[in-house]
T-cell receptor, first 115, second 112 residues
Framework: AQSVTQLDSQVPVFEEAPVELRCNYS??????LFWYVQYPNQGLQLLLK??????LVKGINGFEAEFNKSQTSFHLRKPSVHISDTAEYFC?????????????FGTGTRLKVLA | DTGVSQDPRHKITKRGQNVTFRCDPI?????LYWYRQTLGQGPEFLTY????????KSRLLSDRFSAERPKGSFSTLEIQRTEQGDSAMYLC??????????FGPGTRLTVT
């Protein structure tokens, strides 16, 4: 079964520093990949998605991610973070083979931006 | 397009009571999903509807849980005889093409 691993449960980083949040998934069969952000007591907001094509995906708020099929990874990066980026970030995989396109989520990474 | 809405946003109930949550998807989205998120975890898939048909249910969805989507529009998730372990955020999402899901704000359930 498909699984998603977010190795870092918490990432503290100073404001204006770069950050990388790591995501690995278990299967290299056809998948869609997503990063979502969740602010306290709110739902999930899509940051970016990889469906096909260019392996470098740009999203909202200056975030980008790179799809690496050989390493089954989809790491999220931002060159300069702001205090407002403090939130929980979830990586998700949609297994195309199943037809339902349901998401399998990682356990999340809490990004804390320090002043 | 007003987004996905969920009602109520918060629900506190006593163990053993029944609760029902409602999700209104984005209009014309034929795919609807329910997820459950417990503290410190990522959301976990519960069930999936395509139009009014419930096509997949997770093993997490015990027989105390039932979901419906009459007429392929809004959906309800009912939990009977609630237990403290049911305390979680229940998220609804909808999609038209399957390549992106739009999430509602969630219903936070607390079972005392």
């Amino acid at each position: 079964a498909q699984s998603v691993t977010q190795l870092d449960s918490q990432v503290p980083v100073f404001e204006e520093a770069p950050v990388e949040l790591r995501c690995n998934y278990s299967s290299s069969v056809s998948v869609y990949l997503f990063w979502y952000v969740q602010y306290p007591n709110q739902g999930l907001q899509l940051l970016l998605k990889y469906l096909s094509g260019s392996t470098l995906v740009k999203g909202i708020n200056g975030f980008e991610a790179e799809f690496n099929k050989s390493q089954t990874s989809f790491h999220l990066r931002k060159p300069s973070v702001h205090i407002s980026d403090t939130a929980e970030y979830f990586c998700a995989v949609s297994d195309l083979a199943r037809g339902t396109y349901k998401y399998i989520f990682g356990t999340g990474t809490r990004l804390k931006v320090l002043a | 397009d007003t987004g996905v809405s969920q009602d109520p946003r918060h629900k506190i109930t006593k163990r053993g009571q029944n609760v029902t949550f409602r999700c209104d998807p984005i209009s014309e989205h034929n795919r609807l999903y329910w997820y459950r998120q417990t503290l410190g975890q990522g959301p976990e898939f519960l069930t999936y509807f395509q139009n009014e048909a419930q096509l997949e249910k997770s093993r997490l969805l015990s027989d105390r849980f039932s979901a419906e989507r009459p007429k392929g529009s809004f959906s309800t998730l009912e939990i009977q005889r609630t237990e403290q372990g049911d305390s979680a955020m229940y998220l609804c999402a909808s999609s038209s093409t399957g390549d992106e899901q739009y999430f509602g704000p969630g219903t936070r359930l607390t079972v005392t």
